[in-house]
């Protein structure tokens, strides 16, 4: 079975300060990818970045990077400058091959503070 | 990417009811989903609609609770029947992309309301 753990359900950090947020993930597949999505209190659901299982380097997307540590099954995103309008939950999802849907952890509920 | 469109935005229903959400896509995609996300909690997929066949629904999701339509390859429904309170949440549809990497997007949701 696959699963996504998310251990922070809410983080607080001070604006222009880099963040690191967790997710470690379980799953028996050989190949799958790993994403990271922002969702505002509005609702919407953002997509920030993709990891695949397989890639050799770590992703990055602007201010964000995923700290991809494949032995440690462990897909941290790091949030650099931090900004006012990162105030958000995060929510890392992974979609495998065994069950070929993306599935969810539970979020992080991130605040910058001033 | 992809622009993906919901209606209603948000709505408030009587319990016994049924609303239909709808989900327009700005381009042909072959599947489409369909996510509730309760209060507080993460999403969960209800189903995964193909143009042109019956929709496959997750473990405690059936049909006749959420019958979902997929007339064209850019157009879907889902309806929320004989609601209850427990289905206050917000509805999200989805579509998957393969651009170099594969990406789901999602609309802005549906945030139901049932009384």
């Known amino acids: 079975a696959q699963k996504i753990t998310q251990t922070q359900p809410g983080m607080f950090v001070q604006e222009k300060e880099a963040v690191t947020l967790d997710c470690t993930y379980d799953t028996s597949d050989p190949s799958y990818g790993l994403f990271w999505y922002k969702q505002p209190s509005s609702g919407e659901m953002i997509f920030l970045i993709y990891?695949?299982?397989?890639?050799?380097q770590n992703a990055t997307e602007g201010r964000y990077s995923l700290n991809f540590q494949k032995a440690r099954k462990s897909a941290n995103l790091v949030i650099s400058a931090s900004q006012l309008g990162d105030s958000a939950m995060y929510f890392c999802a992974m979609k495998g091959t065994s069950y070929d849907k993306v599935i969810f952890g539970p979020g992080t509920s991130l605040s910058v503070i001033p | 990417s992809a622009v993906i469109s919901q209606k209603p935005s948000r709505d408030i229903c009587q319990r016994g009811t049924s609303l239909t959400i709808q989900c327009q896509v700005d381009s042909q995609v072959t599947m489409m989903f369909w996510y509730r996300q309760q209060p507080g909690q993460s999403l969960t997929l209800i189903a995964t609609a193909n143009q042109g066949s019956e929709a496959t629904y997750e473990s405690g999701f059936v049909i006749d609770k959420f019958p979902i339509s997929r007339p064209n390859l850019t157009f879907s429904t889902l309806t929320v029947s004989n609601m209850s309170p427990e289905d206050s949440s917000i509805y999200l549809c989805s579509v998957e992309f393969y651009q170099g990497i594969y990406t789901q997007y999602f609309g802005p949701g549906t945030r139901l309301t049932v009384l």
């Open positions: 990891q695949g299982s397989y890639d050799q």
